[in-house]
Structures are given as structure tokens and as C-alpha cells.
């Protein structure tokens, strides 16, 4: 029987007020801007031929609306029926949600004996400082590292078992941290990926085990509303 793999687009979600504002939002819930909507039906133009034969995104509200844009642009898929999967939220950041970026990242540099979040950023990973906000959280409800990233495989070892081999097309529509190192973790040439912009596309291919990425953390696809 010929192995067809299976193909993913990632789509990170449009632009929130948390992210205009700069507030850390994890598992808070916040609507997409009016700009955030116009990038979504943008990338949505982008992908409008694209027959998608099975859409997810996370269960929050940012990734459902963006996905719902996405979809109402499209020609090509028929079944457009979303399934919500808690597996793939973003980060949770505990009682620093809604904190402004600059006030947590502070406050968790000095819980990890950094004189500036400069220094911490420079002397630290990304999983470093998901333990640092999980430390420094009162409660230690923010996750750390390994609690994020075993719902996340959970969730992608789910969808891998149910499409692997069928040559289907996958629209996954979730979080930037989630996307980034769903893929940092899966594909050895992405050692230091780039922060993805919001409504942005990655586009990667599974066969035979293997993740092989064709496109990460791209806009080019954009189409403007007058074309």
C-alpha cells in the first residue's frame, strides 16, 4: 500500500487586543482587531485554492475566529466543520495573564536572579523561562515547559494517528509558541526559529515519520483586499 503522508498548514492566529496592547495572553480570551481580521481574510485569499480535508484549531476563541475567517474565504474546501482541541492552546502564564510583557518578564527575571530581562533573555532558552514563569507564579499554576509541551505532542500525536498516510491536507489553526515549538521539537533544521507574525503560514509535510518543513512563519502569501 503506497504511503501518501499527510500535509499540515499551521496558521498562527490574527492579531488580539492583548497582543496590541502587549499584555501576556496565554489561556485569556480576547477578540481579534480590526486589523488582526483584515491579515486573517488576507492570508485567507492567500489560501482560498487550497482544499483542506480537515480543520482544527485550539479551543480558545482567537483560534476559532481566525479560523472561521480563514474558511469563508476558501473555494476549495468542502467540509468545513472546525474541531476544538484543548491540546493545542497557547502557553498558560498563570496569574501574569493580562500582565503587561514588560511587568512579567521583569518580575520573572528577578525571581531568576537576573539583574535585567535583557540579561535574562541573553543567558536563557525559551523553556528556561516558561520553568521561570511557572516558579515565579505564586500558585505555580503557569506551566512549565514539559507540561506545555506533553499536551501539545499529546494533541499532534492524535491528529498524526488519524490522517498519517491518507495524503490529506490539514488546516491546524493555534498559537505561536505552540506552532513554534511543535515544529522546533519535530524538525532538526529549525534550531533557532524566528517568533511567528500573527495570520502567518507554516506548511509542512509527514511521510514515513518524518516532518519536512516547505514554508515557516510565512506572509508572502498575503493577498490585498483590492486584487
Same mark, same amino acid.
Given at each position: 500500500?503506497?504511503?501518501?503522508?499527510?500535509?499540515?498548514?499551521?496558521?498562527?492566529?490574527?492579531?488580539?487586543?492583548?497582543?496590541?496592547?502587549?499584555?501576556?495572553?496565554?489561556?485569556?480570551?480576547?477578540?481579534?482587531?480590526?486589523?488582526?481580521?483584515?491579515?486573517?481574510?488576507?492570508? @485567507?485569499? %492567500?489560501?482560498?485554492?487550497?482544499?483542506? !480535508?480537515?480543520?482544527?484549531?485550539?479551543?480558545?476563541?482567537?483560534?476559532?475566529?481566525?479560523?472561521?475567517?480563514?474558511?469563508?474565504?476558501?473555494?476549495?474546501?468542502?467540509?468545513?466543520?472546525?474541531?476544538?482541541?484543548?491540546?493545542?492552546?497557547?502557553?498558560?502564564?498563570?496569574?501574569?495573564?493580562?500582565?503587561?510583557?514588560?511587568?512579567?518578564?521583569?518580575?520573572?527575571?528577578?525571581?531568576? %536572579?537576573?539583574?535585567?530581562?535583557?540579561?535574562?533573555?541573553?543567558?536563557?532558552?525559551?523553556?528556561?523561562?516558561?520553568?521561570?514563569?511557572? !516558579?515565579?507564579?505564586? !500558585?505555580?499554576? +503557569?506551566?512549565?515547559?514539559?507540561?506545555?509541551?506533553?499536551?501539545?505532542?499529546?494533541? *499532534? *500525536?492524535?491528529?498524526?494517528?488519524?490522517?498519517?498516510?491518507?495524503?490529506?491536507?490539514?488546516?491546524?489553526?493555534?498559537? @505561536?509558541?505552540?506552532?513554534?515549538?511543535?515544529?522546533?521539537? *519535530?524538525? +532538526?533544521?529549525?534550531?533557532?526559529?524566528?517568533?511567528?507574525?500573527?495570520?502567518?503560514?507554516?506548511?509542512?509535510?509527514?511521510?514515513?515519520?518524518?516532518?519536512?518543513?516547505?514554508?515557516?512563519?510565512?506572509?508572502?502569501?498575503?493577498? !490585498?483586499?483590492?486584487?
Amino acid at each position: 500500500m503506497e504511503n501518501k503522508g499527510m500535509t499540515f498548514y499551521l496558521v498562527r492566529h490574527g492579531e488580539t487586543y492583548f497582543n496590541y496592547y502587549g499584555r501576556m495572553q496565554g489561556w485569556s480570551n480576547t477578540p481579534l482587531t480590526e486589523n488582526g481580521k483584515e491579515d486573517v481574510r488576507r492570508s @485567507g485569499r %492567500g489560501l482560498a485554492d487550497v482544499k483542506f !480535508d480537515a480543520i482544527y484549531t485550539s479551543d480558545l476563541s482567537r483560534t476559532i475566529e481566525t479560523a472561521n475567517l480563514i474558511l469563508e474565504e476558501n473555494h476549495a474546501t468542502e467540509d468545513k466543520t472546525l474541531h476544538s482541541m484543548p491540546e493545542f492552546r497557547e502557553v498558560f502564564f498563570g496569574s501574569m495573564e493580562g500582565m503587561y510583557g514588560s511587568e512579567a518578564y521583569a518580575k520573572v527575571a528577578e525571581h531568576m %536572579g537576573f539583574e535585567s530581562v535583557k540579561e535574562m533573555f541573553r543567558n536563557t532558552t525559551i523553556p528556561e523561562r516558561m520553568n521561570g514563569f511557572h !516558579d515565579a507564579d505564586p !500558585d505555580h499554576y +503557569a506551566e512549565d515547559f514539559m507540561t506545555f509541551w506533553s499536551r501539545i505532542e499529546r494533541g *499532534l *500525536l492524535e491528529l498524526v494517528d488519524r490522517h498519517r498516510d491518507t495524503g490529506e491536507t490539514i488546516l491546524l489553526v493555534a498559537h @505561536g509558541q505552540t506552532i513554534r515549538y511543535m515544529l522546533q521539537s *519535530l524538525v +532538526a533544521e529549525l534550531e533557532e526559529p524566528d517568533n511567528l507574525l500573527n495570520a502567518s503560514v507554516c506548511k509542512v509535510h509527514y511521510h514515513s515519520g518524518k516532518f519536512h518543513v516547505e514554508r515557516y512563519n510565512d506572509v508572502t502569501h498575503f493577498k !490585498d483586499a483590492d486584487k
